[in-house]
């Protein structure tokens, strides 16, 4: 063994060289429908707005450290009511690394169910946070009697639940989660990343309870390439986070865009209810010829026998979906993939078919 090699065993955390890097597939010449994207390009209008707002952009200064008037566009969106205000992220994936850190006391617990986004297991690790993951139950809704004793037994500091699920793309109960927000004795956060294609959302009620957050991004509604996201409840719980967010953390290009964005919100609107319309489509398609999931989502899972094979065969026809199967015992078989559009939708469809036959 090396010199190297024998610093990096001795001086990294052991969970941390047991970990695998997030693994991101290379999609050169493929239909990609792996990533839960918007498939849907800007209208030309809007691309020329933005394109004349990037020209202009003063990326030769640091971005402003707390952007309000993007901030002020976001609140206006979401009808906050007084006492509430939002901190962006880089991402949702900053934010759920700065709620961990904030709450991560000797001991302290970061739950969440069993399957779902794995970004929540990982950072509870990159912190040196204890993880609970709780099963859901076989047909993917929460299992709330195995929750709410687990919540019981560890006394989470922190709990993540995914409303829709990634990557089952159900809407678990209200009831349910209400039930959880009310037994926990720490944070409650609803990560609503898919809240553009989803039929409820707990931002109405984030006044109801004093420890609950609602954490949104706006990569899926068409701005994966900004990679913005942000949190929204109670002034008293951000402004302990903000002291967490390191500076500049979302750049010029992100911030100026994001604005003119948000300021043709119903154009991006638009296209999520296309994607809802295109999902039902798919949804019907897939369900003649194999198992699938209802969805709340801008994806949808579905199962098949021998999946890996059919994934490979799939990427081998030039279609980059997602393969679940292995990441979790209840995804066995499992696959996922994003709505795109008609024609790659209609593409998809005819190279599973060919796969599978």
Not at 122 to 140: C, N, Q, S, T
Not at 154 to 159: G, I
Request: with cysteine; aromatic share 8%; charged share 20%.
């Amino acid at each position: 063994m090396s010199s190297v090699s024998q610093s990096v065993k001795s001086l990294i955390r052991p969970e941390l060289l047991a970990l695998r890097a997030y693994h991101v597939p290379d999609s050169a010449d493929m239909i990609k429908l792996d990533a839960m994207e918007n498939p849907y390009h800007l209208p030309q209008f809007l691309r020329d707005e933005v394109a004349s707002a990037v020209a202009a952009a003063p990326i030769n200064r640091y971005p402003d450290p707390d952007p309000y008037a993007l901030k002020e566009k976001i609140r206006l969106l979401l009808g906050l009511p007084g006492g509430m205000d939002v901190l962006l992220g880089n991402g949702s994936d900053e934010l759920i690394q700065l709620l961990a850190l904030a709450v991560n006391k000797p001991g302290a617990a970061l739950l969440s169910v069993e399957p779902s986004f794995v970004m929540y297991r990982m950072i509870a690790i990159f912190v040196g946070m204890r993880y609970v993951g709780v099963p859901l139950a076989a047909d993917f809704s929460l299992d709330l009697k195995a929750t709410l004793a687990a919540i019981h037994k560890e006394q989470p500091a922190l709990v993540f639940l995914s409303y829709p699920n990634n990557p089952t793309g159900n809407l678990f109960s209200k009831d349910d989660i209400r039930r959880i927000i009310e037994a926990s004795p720490g944070l409650v956060v609803l990560d609503e990343a898919y809240y553009a294609f989803a039929s409820d959302s707990f931002m109405p009620h984030l006044t109801n309870y004093p420890n609950l957050l609602v954490m949104r991004t706006f990569s899926k509604l068409g701005m994966a390439g900004l990679r913005l996201g942000f949190l929204a409840g109670s002034e008293a719980w951000l402004e302990q986070l903000e002291k967490l967010r390191l500076p500049y953390n979302v750049g010029v290009l992100p911030q100026l865009v994001a604005e003119k964005l948000l300021d043709n919100h119903s154009v991006l609107l638009q296209q999520a209810d296309q994607i809802k319309v295109d999902r039902e489509t798919l949804y019907r398609q897939l369900n003649a010829m194999v198992q699938v999931y209802p969805s709340e989502a801008n994806f949808l899972m579905f199962k098949v026998s021998d999946a890996t094979r059919v994934f490979e065969d799939l990427k081998r026809r030039g279609m980059l979906i997602k393969n679940l199967n292995g990441g979790h015992p209840m995804l066995t078989d499992c696959l996922r993939v994003t709505v795109g559009t008609p024609a790659e939708c209609g593409k998809f469809i005819e190279a599973l078919q060919e796969s599978i036959s």
